[in-house]
């Protein structure tokens, strides 16, 4: 079955698999073009053959990579003209432990990534269209980053940056782009696996939905806040935890 074309171009980071593949996946069906990113080329090649060699194009490379960003954004608009959308969900976790014995330069890499890679894209798509055209931003923030992580601190201090991120840019581009985030709790996914893995069913009893996360799910709630349904919509922050904070409470 054909899909109608939309006429809008979005750019996915980080969207060889999981959320951002999923993301990635639901702007296509809708009759998107995309152009996905991902360290890995093969694997982002597959993904490009998955979404449809007609609809989308990947390019490899680091998110922190200011050469990539540039190289990213550049190719997009060669093949497609335009870039309506940007969904900064790349993103890296790679230790775990107390702030208090955390390694400084492995905190740096972390924001590097994910945060200051988001600001840079965002400030070359805005460059590039956006500014003149409009559209809009999408951040893939975390639960993580709007409350205590423990043994995640230094991923939640950026996600947390992450969310103050979406409220700066919002309030700059305006009128023209929006700009909102997601924060997922756990989804199901190789990025968190370390989350759940052997023992989902302890960490998915504290779900009231009685679930984790799925892309699919994330990638829903990104198609929205990239479509014109929600165009009275910035500057927010979507939590999307299946009820995991309604047990916050006293009792």
Known sequence: MSVRDSGRVAIVTGASRGIGYGIAEALVARGDRVCVTGRDEKTLEEAVGRLGADRAIGVAG???DEAHRAEVVERTMAAFGRVDHLVNNAGTNPVFGPLAELDLAVARKVFEVNVLSALGFAQLTWAAWQQEHGGTVVNIASLAGLGASPFIGAYGMSKAAMVNLTLQLAHEMSPGVRVNAIAPAVVRTKFAAALYEGREEEVVAGYPMGRLGTPEDVAGAAA?????????????????????LLNAGIG
Do not use: E
Request: proline share 0%; net charge neutral; no cysteine.
């Open 62 to 64: 680091k998110a922190h």
């Open 224 to 244: 929205f806040l990239t479509s014109d349904a929600s165009g009275w919509i910035t500057g927010q922050t979507l939590v999307m935890d299946g009820g995991k």
